[in-house]
């Protein structure tokens, strides 16, 4: 077992049964060089770097104080003195020189954990909830947490595993490994913590100015025409837009990255009348191969593809182009550093010389059909099992060091999975394939706060959701009004979703595309509201702006819990349905349908405004708010001014 500084105020320690520790850093960046202070007496050993020490027993049990009190952090349980088996730590071998690990700490009451990704339980303190440790559509794994007793823990370890954050133990489960690893940092405050993660794992580059406004995109733009009509429209009604998608099934085949010309004739012309307009496109890249794509047989004959155990390709089942029906779909291997320089050199080619700039990693997990089974997966770097958890940062690092390659500076990845330090690819994450109903959108404020908290400051939803969402209905009329409402206080501010009522005559893929998506597609009292939204967000673009400069600097999330700025108002601890919008914005979104007035909790410390009536109000209490169909509850912080309202 090997204990060592690892940036400020931080801890690294792995352990192994193997004859040796393995190099690998996996999420950590490499740290600067500390000389801790180490003591080693009789019965116990410490180690200390910065606010954070380690004491280590006789019979190997750790245990985490703070430097300043020796106030308790964390610590492993003691020996079993019947068994004399240490609880804390177990390998069981699997294979070789794979172990199934677990590594067990004692829980404590009271104790709250946040962050480890995005998820859809719909909690934000996940204290008694198991998670898993896999890559799903929605589902995105980060084994990054933030506990309340005032630590960070990152579990430093890409297999497919668990964590149990139980009532009378934590545990967490790799399922195939060669050696325990994990990171612990502390500080004065959340804020402390942050930065010490980001440091650690990966600062986010800074936002380019044009991705803080309004992205349009929905299922899907069939072909260059339909797209340019709809960006151009935007523009004759005046209505802000900086970015617009041409979504998946553009393509010819998948594994061949390029578009599709009978529908896309001349996609370098589509971009520059796009650039005049100040309109940024997007494209959609999936990591998937059709075996009748013009690469297939070079992947496939330079190993380029992920494999499985008996040596055959790894297939999923999916529908592309031709032929007509599921085919099977291979997945280019992006732990292969060769299989990251290929599929950036095709989209150098087919796409970045026309242009186009913003890369939608999608289907990223990845999780198409059979490729789910961990285990019976070979990567170029081992098992499925071993590493299945860190595809999507891998396939991010191949496009962010593609656009470096190129001199490009503003990059942004919106990717509907992650890992720990994607951000440092300039990765966003938007929480996928959701249902389009107002229970959804309440599990998607819980997530979006955890994400942040897990390091990820760049994140958005669907607007609207979506699967689901027809248009032509008064529930979804007025969901979609609420989720703007939401989503022009998220990180990144997007409109997507499968929209219904669908088209009748639907033979291939190539006929789905979903109802309008556009924010006149909703009927007249929507698009009344939701056009003051887009100007709002215009209004705050300078304040996004700022928070996406702290974001960047110190790994503080733009989209936060209320106790993340007020750790000493306990009233805040229980709030999982309002979040602060950088330092000034209190956001009390309504996620209920019809409901129109809700319960409102402003925190002690400092006063607040009503954004609309200008009323102050005294910190630390409970309120009761009305909230109109066009209005959501807002608060400034005392002293604070914002052009929220269209005549401040």
């Not at 320690?13 to 393995?22: E, F, H």
């Not at 990171?183 to 004065?188: E, K, L, N, P, V």
């Amino acid at each position: 077992m090997l204990i060592e500084p690892w940036g400020k105020d931080s801890l690294r320690v792995r352990s192994t049964k193997s004859p040796k520790l393995m190099d690998s850093q996996w999420a950590l960046l490499s740290p600067v060089d500390i000389e801790p202070a180490i003591e080693i007496g009789e019965r116990s050993a410490i180690i200390q770097n910065g606010k954070i020490k380690a004491e280590i027993s006789a019979y190997g049990r750790i245990c985490f104080l703070k430097s300043v009190d020796n106030t308790v952090l964390l610590e492993e349980p003691g020996i079993n003195y019947v068994t004399g088996r240490h609880l804390a730590r177990y390998h069981k071998p699997v294979s070789s020189d794979l172990f199934m690990l677990e590594q067990t700490f004692s829980a404590c009451e009271g104790e709250r954990f946040y962050g480890l990704g995005q998820h859809q339980h719909g909690f934000l303190d996940q204290k008694g909830c198991v998670i898993d440790l896999s890559q799903r559509n929605t589902e995105v794994s980060i084994p990054f947490l933030i506990s309340s007793r005032g630590y960070g823990f990152l579990w430093n370890n890409p297999a497919i595993g668990r964590v149990e954050l139980g009532m009378n133990r934590t545990m967490w489960v790799a399922r195939a490994s060669r050696q325990i690893d994990y990171f612990i940092t502390t500080g004065d405050s959340f804020f402390d913590i942050m930065e010490r993660y980001a440091d650690a794992t990966g600062h986010a580059p800074m936002l380019p100015e044009w991705a803080s406004g309004f992205w349009q995109s929905k299922l899907r733009y069939k072909a260059q025409e339909e797209l340019m009509s709809v960006a151009r429209e935007y523009k004759r009604l005046g209505l802000p837009i900086s970015v617009i998608v041409a979504d998946f099934f553009h393509w010819t085949l998948q594994g061949e990255w390029r578009f599709d010309p009978a529908c896309w004739p001349d996609p370098a012309a589509m971009v520059r009348e796009l650039e005049e307009l100040n309109i940024k496109l997007m494209v959609s890249i999936w990591p998937t191969v059709n075996q009748n794509s013009a690469n297939f047989r070079e992947m496939r004959d330079r190993g380029l593809l992920v494999r499985t155990e008996s040596g055959t390709l790894a297939a999923g089942s999916f529908f592309d182009n031709r032929p007509e029906g599921p085919v099977h779909l291979h997945l280019y291997d992006p732990t292969n550093p060769e299989a990251r320089k290929f599929i950036w050199e095709q989209v150098r080619e087919n796409y970045y010389r026309s242009g186009i700039r913003i890369w939608w990693l999608d289907a990223c997990e990845p999780e198409l059909g059979d490729v789910v089974d961990h285990d019976n997966l070979r990567y170029h770097t081992g098992n499925g099992l071993e590493v299945g958890c860190i595809y999507p940062l891998v396939n991010q690092q191949a496009f962010y060091e593609g656009m470096k390659s190129e001199g490009e500076d503003e990059i942004v990845l919106l990717s509907r999975s992650a890992w720990a330090g994607s951000q440092g690819y300039g990765a966003a994450v938007w929480s996928g394939d959701i249902a389009s109903t107002f229970e959804v959108l309440r599990a998607q404020v819980k997530a979006g706060l955890n994400i942040g908290l897990s390091g990820i400051p760049w994140w958005t939803t669907d607007i609207g959701g979506f699967f689901g969402g027809d248009i032509t209905s008064p529930y979804f009329r007025e969901l979609i009004i609420r989720w703007f409402q939401y989503g022009v206080f998220c990180p990144l501010f997007r409109l997507h979703g499968s929209r219904e009522p669908r088209a009748s005559g639907i033979k291939s893929i190539a006929d789905l595309t979903g109802a309008a998506n556009e924010v006149w597609a909703f009927g007249d009292e929507a698009y009344e509201t939701i056009r003051e939204i887009l100007l709002l967000r215009e209004r705050l673009r300078p304040y996004v702006m700022e928070q996406m400069r702290l974001a960047h600097e110190k790994g503080i999330p733009p989209m936060r819990p209320l106790f993340f700025d007020f750790p000493q108002d306990k009233g805040c601890l229980s709030i999982d349905d309002q979040f602060l919008f950088g330092p000034d914005i209190l956001v009390a979104p309504v996620m209920q349908y019809e409901v129109r007035k809700r319960d409102i909790y402003l925190p002690a410390g400092t006063d607040w405004t009503d954004v609309w009536t200008d009323e102050k109000i005294k910190g630390g209490q409970w309120i009761e708010e009305e909230a109109p169909l066009d209005k959501i509850p807002l608060y400034l912080r005392e002293g604070k001014r914002l052009p929220i309202r269209s005549n401040h």
